[in-house]
DNA sequence: ATGTGGCCACCGAGGCCTATT
DNA sequence: AATAGGCCTCGGTGGCCACAT
């Protein structure tokens, strides 16, 4: 049992982003019907309510769903952030959780600021030019101990992705309805090697800047092939058939033979 | 003893905003000292960075100094909301907290935009016309009790204003300094015959949008005035003359003479 | 200097329109 | 129809400038 991620094999590493994701996505589904529910009928006042929604919905969702928390707080960009010690079979590791919500009327990519970004990419454009975006997220926060001994908190990158369109006339009333609820586990910088060694191996595509503009790049992450690279990486909590007002509890993972696979799972309500 | 803030009496009322902005100076001049450090040296990507911050630190300081909370959420332009229940002399009243961060080069006043505006509001500019503004806030949220009568939650609002200036080739590596930290509890609107009962008698102001553009109207809040209308209403944590670096805990208030008085209080490091 | 008004600047977040395949 | 690329819109937040007192 040791306290420094930098130790852990890739395994080891890969299994800490799994059962945070994990525990992200039973929150998600216990508060899926709340979130439903303020989404489609909060009133908007300007065309941006929905980012605000996406923001507040995901943090009403995580914030009752926390680990032992570490006593140590900084500001930005990031919607939800939380430092605390995550309790694993390795040992338990200090680490900052990063939770960006997105709210988009498309279900099939997220946009990242360079900001948000945990690994440093590369990817090969349709036109055959290679571009490349470095990692705008720290790999862990560096934290004094007790005794002086510097603490490494690992960095967790995980995007709550709400997809939804709008609604007019609803008989209902509502404004717009949340179809899909997507949370994606982006690998941390380390793991570089399984996920992008090259730029025709990847799940990173071009931005949403536009550089005839000269705007800041960005890029974009594609739920199709971050979820062939690695299964779990992409939840889908969906409305879809849902009788009970709550999203499928299903979590998408892959079995021994290598074949993907999605498990119901039991969930409380709030 | 009863739960319906609609049966206090005006000052009773009064009472119940002062006592919530007691605890909220009270949070904030204890995170004062974090919240400064925090607000100094995160660099900025942007320039608008320091909207952020306020937001963030605001929550920081208020999340750990709440009271009985409501198992009820909405989601919205508001940067900090809890629904609680509130302890006061009179009963124990659900109140909804509403809490807005601001970020200033300036200290004299603060721009609220209408969904942010508690008050009907109504003034002169300088040039002799009157103004009016309808409140955007609602004075209080419908809940259903158990046994299905009505329960109302009192809306009371609260602006945190950090005010700073940029800093340039600062010896300490800051990138801006705070200088003060406002705290202003903006009347209910059923104290407007108190506070604003004609165009003439306000600590509103012309807001800071522009008519010949068409933009959404907006509207100031002056500090002075609003002071001069009732002291304790506007709070001000003040880093100047500080020597531990946390702002000097002051309250301000007014004595059975009217007088405005000033009173320091004791606090705890967190 | 301070108190008031108010024009704009900036920039974060996506909607959407186009090409391809 | 689905995948990619990328231009441009919208709107929230204040910086700042200009007068007036």
Redesign the interface.
Known sequence: MHQDYRLLTDDEHEAIEKQTLRMIVQALQQYSK?AKE??EV?PA?SKS?VI??AE??TQ?ALEVAEVYPI?K?????IDYKRVRWLPTPAGLFPQVLLVDAKASTENGRDTLQQ?QLPMDAEYRKADGTVEQLRAGVFPHMVMASVTGQPLAAVTTSIFVHFYYRDLVDDPAGRIRELLDIYVLAVPHNRLKARYNPNPDATFFGAGKHSPARGEEPRIRVYFTRLRAACPWRLQQLTFAGSVNGYTLPLWRDIDAAGNETRDPFLYLS?
Do not use: C, H, M, W
Request: charged share 25%; net charge negative; hydrophobic share 35%.
């Open positions: 709340e303020i989404f909060t006042p309510e605000v929604l507040d919905l009403y006593n707080r900084y500001a930005g960009f900001s709030r």
